[in-house]
Nanobody, 118 residues
């Protein structure tokens, strides 16, 4: 199967940057799309960014500020987050879905906390 491990979250001031990473291992060849979701306290989980075959998607609030990328040689997915705002505070989860499955039928990391202070 596939294992995902996130790291690189932390505490930053508004306007700062973070670059969480997601190390993938296992049957990575089966994965069709990688993504990042986030979940703030009391809110439902939402998709922030996704990448598949070089094509990317971003949630509206992330456009122009966040960039998802893959270092194929390192089997690692990144989420570059710039111009961070307090409303970006959440647990960020790396996830991966095989072809033909939904996000929820795929794989999830343990999450990494991102906190943005005003």
């Amino acid at each position: 199967q596939v294992q995902l491990v996130e790291s690189g979250g932390g505490l930053v001031q508004a306007g700062g940057s973070l670059r969480p990473s997601c190390a993938a291992s296992g049957s990575i060849f089966s994965i069709d799309v990688f993504g990042w979701h986030r979940q703030a306290p009391g809110k439902q989980r939402e998709l922030v960014a996704a990448i598949s075959s070089g094509s990317t998607h971003y949630e509206d609030s992330a456009k122009g500020r966040f960039t998802i990328s893959i270092d194929n040689a390192k089997n690692t997915v990144y989420l570059q987050m710039n111009s961070l705002k307090p409303e970006d505070t959440a647990v960020y989860y790396c996830n991966a879905a095989p072809g033909g499955s939904s996000w929820y039928g795929g794989y999830w990391g343990q999450g990494t906390q991102v906190t943005v202070s005003s």
